[in-house]
């Protein structure tokens, strides 16, 4: 049957159609939706939403080595938590199938930068697979688990925005069961000490080469998976993933190599192309990955990254800009300045739990070592209450060095989520315990992985498939590593919080405060809609808790009564009692 | 046939149901179609946009460029200001009157432009415009602006009313069915 599909749906499907079995992943942007479509799979499939992408893949491993065919999924970034696992599971290849999925983000849509994970893979030493539609996500992963077990090697499948989040028709096919293949101990195979690497590198290279010279021979989905469309031979273009699309869009009669092993690259057969070519071009989004190793091996490249940037997306537009063709013809007036319209930042929810610890933050001028996750997005005004965010638990050894080379944790505090903290903020909080630390650490019990669509986590009481699960105790996690003070607070009392904060960023001791209250994308929490009465004294203390049902009409704030849940925060915060629960419902 | 329509609108309206909707009758009869949409961040509350491109023939790039939407469908008026350069010459545009302030503005750094209507009517070939919020609210839910003007649009799209009827039925969770098909008629006769 043919459905639409998201990509990551495709990816999920093919997984699933290819008999994966077990399933460890950390969400983010954009590949959460592949494991997430898992989850919605019966029984044949262990999913799992592992507490980071290191564990994910180590989980993967070892399934692998159980002999199922399995799946770790991860953004760009994830596959640096990963890394570990990753390269030395490179040397050691496979037992049943292996295949991890990462997801880049040109154009940094979601991420903190435009890494590339193609170096990644190909430093690492595995096949690296690249699909260009929701279709071939399907394919390429099928494709992709016969090639590991086939050459025995993991396998990184390589995603981006665009692939993970377009939607196309994809024809379904069957699931094919496999048998877990037995385990066999080898440990000059799967045990990578020093003696033993030296050769499993030796075997790595070898596969590699390989797969290189017998790429022409690899289908998937029936077709090749790297193919030559030979059209006007005046114009040769090496390209793969979504730049393939925009290619076809914008440049209909050139001849294109379409490589879907992006690496290693098949050189002898880029080379046969471009001796059939006038010019050859190469067009990749990112680094000049193709382009550097295609003139290494002595192919002559006409234009590359000569005529196009290193950042962010491509499209059809840019390629035929680059190639002097005209662009579409737009309505607007060429001397509209539409680029000067307000832009719109992205802002946490109406009713969202971190806003009152940020309204609190950002009245006390606290300097705060931010995170990754919904709250992040404090950092804008009006709260403006971030000072840094580096990567995921990054804020607790951020802080630690801030104090030890101030010699002052004096109104200084670390700031970060739930899913973060277990992601990896308990080791750097482990490190302020052993090193004598004295400052503050806030964690944002939300009680979900927020950002990337409301995950469960080991602190949220639900598996994967959302059914019940142990949810750790954050006091007693804590507590356990040594701190001593530790407060757990609703962020949503202000008095008692700013308090809290007064005393424990004062205090000469290391100590945690728990802000717990649950996104209200959970509990869908709705109450009655509030009104600003003319009690109201146009001090405007309200609007700095960033709530985006507050609009200011008529020089006044003003609650617009479709968005409002009744949260009661802005009351709160408002000096002259002028802000009441309606009682007439909506 | 070859359609390309912009969804765009502010994180939080539901520009993904509407353009699923629209995807999956193109998928029915026998379109190539494919979508491009927003997930992460902008979903809270930021801008956001969904490419839906359907054709009787080959569908490459999911995305929409500059100067190639034959409809743009805004669920607010400054979305659909921000999104003009992507409107074709004679391009038709459904937009929804509704304003939503931009914390920018709310803080009073910039102001909501006031020479977007002026605009707006100057550069479509055609122009619809009308309280979408007020029809979704007549229909049962403000949540239900998307697929009043999804009603609205698809005068201009090759579908019947009795196939749109289907398509909800089937990608609608069953207790907002009859919400979803009043919003839609509601906003056909707008
Ligand atoms: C290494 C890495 N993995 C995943 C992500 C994607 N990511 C960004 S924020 C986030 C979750 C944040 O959840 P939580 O800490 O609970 O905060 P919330 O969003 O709920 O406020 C994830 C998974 C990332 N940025 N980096
Ligand atoms: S999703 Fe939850 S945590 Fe994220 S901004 Fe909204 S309410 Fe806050
Ligand atoms: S009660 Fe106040 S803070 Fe809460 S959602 Fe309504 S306007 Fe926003």
Same mark, same amino acid.
């Given at each position: 049957?043919?459905?639409?599909?998201?990509?990551?749906?495709?990816?999920?499907?093919?997984?699933?159609?290819?008999?994966?079995?077990?399933?460890?992943?950390?969400?983010?942007?954009?590949?959460?939706?592949?494991?997430?479509?898992?989850?919605?799979?019966?029984?044949?499939?262990?999913?799992?939403?592992?507490?980071?992408?290191?564990?994910?893949?180590?989980?993967?491993?070892?399934?692998?080595?159980?002999?199922?065919? @399995?799946?770790?999924?991860?953004?760009?970034?994830?596959?640096?938590?990963?890394?570990?696992?990753?390269?030395?599971?490179?040397?050691?290849?496979?037992?049943?199938?292996?295949?991890l999925l990462v997801a880049d983000d040109n154009g940094c849509h979601s991420s903190q930068n435009e890494q590339d994970s193609r170096f990644h893979g190909r430093s690492a030493g595995v096949p690296v697979f690249e699909p260009?539609?929701?279709?071939?996500?399907?394919?390429?992963?099928?494709?992709?688990?016969?090639?590991?077990?086939?050459?025995?090697? *993991?396998?990184?499948?390589?995603?981006?925005? %665009?692939?993970?989040?377009?939607?196309?028709?994809?024809?379904?096919?069957?699931?094919?069961?496999? =048998?877990?293949?037995?385990?066999?101990?080898?440990?000059?195979?799967?045990?990578?000490?020093?003696?033993?690497?030296?050769?499993?590198?030796?075997?790595?290279?070898?596969?590699?080469?390989?797969?290189?010279?017998? @790429?022409?021979?690899?289908?998937?989905?029936?077709?090749?998976?790297?193919?030559?469309?030979?059209?006007?031979?005046?114009?040769?273009?090496?390209?793969?993933?979504?730049?393939?699309?925009? *290619?076809?869009?914008?440049?209909?009669?050139?001849?294109?190599?379409?490589?879907?092993?992006?690496?290693?690259?098949?050189?002898?057969?880029?080379?046969?192309?471009?001796?059939?070519?006038?010019?050859?071009? *190469?067009?990749?989004?990112?680094?000049?990955?193709?382009?550097?190793?295609?003139?290494?091996?002595?192919?002559?490249?006409?234009?590359?990254?000569?005529?196009?940037?290193?950042?962010?997306?491509?499209?059809?537009?840019?390629?035929?800009?680059?190639?002097?063709?005209?662009?579409?013809?737009?309505?607007?007036?060429?001397?509209?300045?539409?680029?000067?319209?307000?832009?719109?930042?992205?802002?946490?929810?109406?009713?969202?739990?971190?806003?009152?610890?940020?309204?609190?933050?950002?009245?006390?001028?606290?300097?705060?070592?931010?995170?990754?996750?919904?709250?992040?997005?404090?950092?804008?005004?009006?709260?403006?209450?971030?000072?840094?965010?580096?990567?995921?638990?990054?804020?607790?050894?951020?802080?630690?060095?801030?104090?030890?080379?101030?010699?002052?944790?004096?109104?200084?505090?670390?700031?970060?989520?739930?899913?973060?903290?277990?992601?990896?903020?308990?080791?750097?909080?482990?490190?302020?315990?052993?090193?004598?630390?004295?400052?503050?650490?806030?964690?944002?019990?939300?009680?979900?992985?927020?950002?990337?669509?409301?995950?469960?986590?080991?602190?949220?009481?639900?598996?994967?498939?959302?059914?019940?699960?142990?949810?750790?105790?954050? =006091?007693?996690?804590?507590?356990?590593?040594?701190?001593?003070?530790?407060?757990?607070?609703?962020?949503?009392?202000?008095?008692?919080?700013?308090?809290?904060?007064?005393?424990?960023?004062?205090?000469?001791?290391?100590?945690?405060?728990?802000?717990?209250?649950?996104?209200?994308?959970?509990?869908?929490?709705?109450?009655?809609?509030?009104?600003?009465?003319?009690?109201? %004294?146009?001090? %405007?203390?309200?609007?700095?808790?960033?709530?985006?049902?507050?609009?200011?009409?008529?020089?006044?704030?003003?609650?617009?009564?479709?968005?409002?849940?009744?949260?009661?925060?802005?009351?709160?915060?408002?000096?002259?009692?002028?802000?009441?629960?309606?009682?007439?419902?909506? | 046939?070859?359609?390309?329509?912009?969804?765009?609108?502010?994180?939080?309206?539901?520009?993904?149901?509407? $353009?699923? !909707?629209?995807?999956?009758?193109?998928?029915?009869?026998?379109?190539?179609?494919?979508?491009?949409?927003?997930?992460?961040?902008?979903?809270?509350?930021?801008?956001?946009?969904?490419?839906?491109?359907?054709?009787?023939?080959?569908? $490459? $790039?999911?995305?929409?460029?500059k100067g190639e939407a034959d409809i743009i469908i805004a669920f607010e008026k400054l979305e659909a200001y921000r999104w003009l350069p992507f409107l074709a010459e004679g391009g038709v545009m459904y937009v929804n009157e509704?304003?939503?302030?931009?914390?920018?503005?709310?803080?009073?750094?910039?102001?909501?432009? $006031?020479?977007?209507?002026?605009?707006?009517?100057?550069?479509?070939?055609?122009?619809?415009?009308?309280?979408?919020?007020?029809?979704?609210?007549?229909?049962?839910?403000?949540?239900?602006?998307?697929?009043?003007?999804?009603?609205?649009?698809?005068?201009? !799209?090759?579908?019947?009313?009795?196939?749109?009827?289907?398509?909800?039925?089937?990608?609608?969770?069953?207790?907002?069915?009859?919400?979803?098909?009043?919003?839609?008629?509601?906003?056909?006769?707008?």
């Amino acid at each position: 049957m043919k459905r639409i599909m998201l990509g990551n749906e495709a990816f999920a499907r093919g997984a699933w159609e290819a008999g994966v079995r077990v399933v460890s992943s950390y969400p983010g942007t954009p590949s959460t939706e592949v494991t997430e479509a898992l989850t919605k799979c019966g029984d044949e499939i262990h999913v799992e939403w592992a507490p980071n992408e290191k564990v994910g893949v180590e989980v993967a491993f070892g399934a692998c080595l159980g002999g199922a065919r @399995a799946l770790s999924t991860m953004k760009h970034v994830g596959l640096n938590v990963a890394a570990d696992p990753f390269y030395t599971a490179a040397y050691n290849g496979v037992n049943g199938g292996l295949v991890l999925l990462v997801a880049d983000d040109n154009g940094c849509h979601s991420s903190q930068n435009e890494q590339d994970s193609r170096f990644h893979g190909r430093s690492a030493g595995v096949p690296v697979f690249e699909p260009s539609d929701p279709q071939e996500c399907k394919d390429f992963m099928i494709a992709a688990y016969d090639l590991s077990e086939k050459y025995d090697t *993991v396998v990184l499948m390589k995603s981006g925005t %665009r692939i993970s989040h377009s939607r196309g028709i994809v024809e379904e096919g069957e699931r094919e069961e496999r =048998e877990v293949i037995p385990y066999e101990k080898n440990f000059q195979k799967y045990v990578s000490m020093p003696a033993m690497a030296r050769k499993l590198h030796v075997a790595q290279e070898k596969r590699l080469a390989q797969i290189a010279e017998d @790429a022409k021979a690899i289908t998937a989905g029936g077709q090749p998976i790297n193919r030559v469309e030979m059209n006007d031979p005046k114009i040769g273009i090496v390209t793969s993933g979504i730049c393939y699309q925009y *290619v076809r869009e914008a440049l209909p009669q050139a001849s294109v190599f379409k490589m879907g092993i992006i690496s290693p690259m098949p050189m002898a057969d880029i080379a046969e192309f471009a001796s059939k070519v006038e010019k050859l071009y *190469v067009i990749e989004e990112g680094l000049p990955f193709f382009e550097e190793q295609i003139r290494a091996a002595g192919i002559p490249v006409h234009g590359g990254k000569d005529m196009f940037t290193i950042q962010g997306e491509y499209s059809a537009n840019l390629i035929r800009e680059a190639f002097g063709i005209s662009v579409p013809k737009a309505a607007l007036d060429e001397n509209a300045d539409i680029a000067a319209a307000p832009g719109r930042p992205p802002l946490l929810c109406a009713g969202c739990p971190h806003k009152g610890l940020f309204y609190v933050l950002s009245k006390l001028k606290t300097t705060v070592m931010g995170d990754i996750g919904c709250y992040t997005l404090a950092a804008l005004p009006p709260t403006n209450a971030i000072d840094t965010c580096l990567c995921m638990g990054g804020s607790i050894g951020m802080e630690h060095g801030f104090e030890k080379a101030t010699g002052s944790s004096k109104n200084l505090v670390a700031v970060l989520g739930d899913s973060t903290f277990l992601h990896s903020g308990i080791t750097g909080l482990l490190n302020m315990v052993y090193n004598e630390a004295t400052g503050t650490v806030i964690i944002l019990d939300n009680r979900i992985t927020g950002m990337t669509g409301h995950q469960q986590n080991p602190g949220s009481g639900k598996n994967a498939k959302g059914e019940t699960a142990p949810a750790v105790n954050f =006091e007693e996690l804590v507590t356990a590593l040594g701190v001593k003070n530790v407060t757990v607070v609703d962020p949503f009392e202000v008095k008692e919080l700013e308090e809290i904060i007064r005393r424990e960023t004062e205090r000469d001791e290391l100590s945690v405060i728990i802000t717990r209250r649950p996104c209200v994308m959970i509990t869908k929490q709705t109450g009655t809609p509030n009104v600003i009465t003319d009690e109201c %004294r146009n001090c %405007r203390q309200c609007l700095k808790i960033g709530c985006p049902t507050i609009e200011v009409k008529d020089g006044k704030p003003f609650i617009v009564q479709t968005n409002c849940i009744g949260c009661g925060l802005c009351s709160r915060v408002c000096p002259f009692d002028a802000i009441k629960a309606v009682k007439e419902g909506r | 046939m070859k359609k390309n329509i912009l969804i765009v609108g502010v994180g939080g309206q539901g520009t993904l149901l509407a $353009s699923v !909707l629209l995807g999956n009758l193109a998928l029915e009869k026998g379109y190539d179609v494919k979508l491009s949409e927003v997930h992460g961040m902008s979903q809270r509350g930021g801008d956001v946009v969904t490419h839906v491109k359907i054709s009787d023939d080959n569908v $490459s $790039s999911p995305l929409i460029e500059k100067g190639e939407a034959d409809i743009i469908i805004a669920f607010e008026k400054l979305e659909a200001y921000r999104w003009l350069p992507f409107l074709a010459e004679g391009g038709v545009m459904y937009v929804n009157e509704q304003q939503i302030m931009p914390m920018p503005v709310t803080l009073g750094q910039v102001e909501y432009p $006031s020479e977007a209507d002026e605009i707006i009517a100057k550069t479509a070939g055609r122009l619809v415009s009308f309280d979408a919020l007020a029809v979704a609210e007549q229909a049962g839910s403000s949540k239900a602006v998307n697929v009043v003007l999804l009603g609205a649009a698809s005068k201009d !799209l090759p579908f019947t009313e009795e196939e749109w009827m289907k398509v909800i039925e089937a990608n609608v969770k069953p207790k907002f069915v009859e919400l979803n098909k009043a919003a839609f008629v509601q906003g056909a006769r707008a």
